[in-house]
């Protein structure tokens, strides 16, 4: 099986751990991610202006590309997915955002939302099927008490991103399952690591990053997992609780047997 690919600036330069073990875990599941060609960044938040144009142009390329190839479009990054399905939303429900994107791009055939867009978790749940995940799990992580971190942009907003329930989700927490650890559920894990602030008042990420892993710290979490390379920036540069702080693609490889040592 092959998917579009959108793989985004930070996974090929400080997030490439989120890439590659993403890529390793799914052609060990029979998923070829093919990567958009000449993609570009997706602008790393998704502007409310209405009628903010230009820096949603990059994730309205990449939704025509994997249109035009008849596949869905993939992405791991928190940011990238929120930017993209957002955009993607836009050119579906939005005609007067629509009309204007099309105009900009000069497309021969306009694009009105067509693409598929899905978070590599929900690949995993859904076109893989976690029972699935489970029967290829060749080092089930027996024994680890695993927390995970979704933090604010992978799940809201919630009738946009439609991947989980925003203020209960559970995806990560099956995947977790799925490869045989167990998961800690825990009352920060959808709150916000401080996200951009941390540009401009690291004190306040701090605080912010502090009250996640102390939470999940308390619950009993000896790891903390997230598919947000901010988030994991936040957690592990601002924090100060000595709990290690990993991408989910990580583990996934080391429990399919892909991982490098």
Not at 40 to 54: H, K, L, R
Not at 65 to 88: F, M, P, W, Y
Request: charged share 25%.
């Amino acid at each position: 099986m092959k998917v579009s690919y959108y793989p985004g600036c930070t996974l090929k330069t400080k997030a490439k751990e989120l890439d590659k073990y993403g890529r390793k875990s799914a052609e060990a599941l029979g998923i070829t991610l093919e990567e958009i060609k000449n993609w570009q960044c997706c602008g790393g938040a998704f502007t409310c202006a209405s009628d903010e144009i230009a820096t949603k142009l990059s994730s309205v390329r990449a939704l025509v590309e994997a249109k035009e190839k008849g596949q869905d479009l993939v992405t791991l990054c928190s940011a990238c997915h929120n930017v993209i399905k957002r955009t993607n939303a836009a050119m579906k429900n939005d005609a007067d955002f629509a009309m204007k994107a099309n105009n900009y791009m000069k497309l021969d055939t306009p694009y009105y939302g067509e693409t598929n867009v899905i978070h590599y978790l929900e690949m995993l749940r859904d076109t893989v099927g976690f029972d699935e995940l489970a029967k290829k799990v060749v080092n089930p992580l027996k024994g680890k008490k695993i927390a995970a971190y979704y933090g604010c942009l992978l799940l809201r907003p919630g009738k946009v991103m439609a991947m989980d329930n925003p203020e209960n989700p559970r995806i990560i927490e099956d995947f977790i399952k799925a490869i045989g650890a167990e998961p800690v559920v825990y009352p920060y894990r959808n709150e916000c690591c401080g996200g951009y602030i941390t540009l401009e008042d690291k004190t306040i990420a701090a605080k912010k990053s502090n009250k996640v892993l102390h939470s999940a710290k308390v619950a009993g979490a000896e790891m903390v997992i997230t598919a947000c390379p901010l988030c994991l920036y936040n957690l592990q540069k601002n924090g100060t609780e000595d709990l290690p702080v990993v991408y989910f693609t990580e583990l996934l490889a080391e429990a399919l047997g892909v991982k490098e040592d």
